[in-house]
């Protein structure tokens, strides 16, 4: 699967920084309801997609993001991960 990084919070929102105490227990959290958000604004993760948080390697500890893994042959799942990446609400109150 592909997958676009969409990030760990709404993009003009605060964020948990990497190194700070229980941070991958935070961020865990912040993207979790980071998901919940982009459902609530894109809807319902068509078939061939997967919203999900990502550890990536970082200086200071793993990086926690939000990302939407999706088939990149199927035409409806392409569309979503793109919508996600576009309309994802850019702050915690929509």
């Not at 990497?18 to 935070?26: E, S």
């Not at 500890?61 to 979503?80: H, I, M, T």
Request: hydrophobic share 35%.
């Amino acid at each position: 699967m592909a997958y676009i990084e969409i990030g760990p919070a709404p993009a003009d929102e605060d964020c948990v920084q990497v190194g700070t105490p229980d941070y991958v227990q935070l961020a865990r959290v912040e993207c979790s309801r980071f998901i919940e958000l982009i459902k609530k604004r894109v809807g319902k993760p068509p078939e061939g997609v997967r919203l999900a948080v990502k550890s990536s390697p970082h200086d200071f500890g793993d990086y926690l993001e939000v990302v939407c893994y999706f088939e990149p042959d199927n035409k409806e799942a392409v569309e979503y991960a793109y919508r996600c990446e576009s309309e994802a609400p850019t702050r915690w109150k929509v």
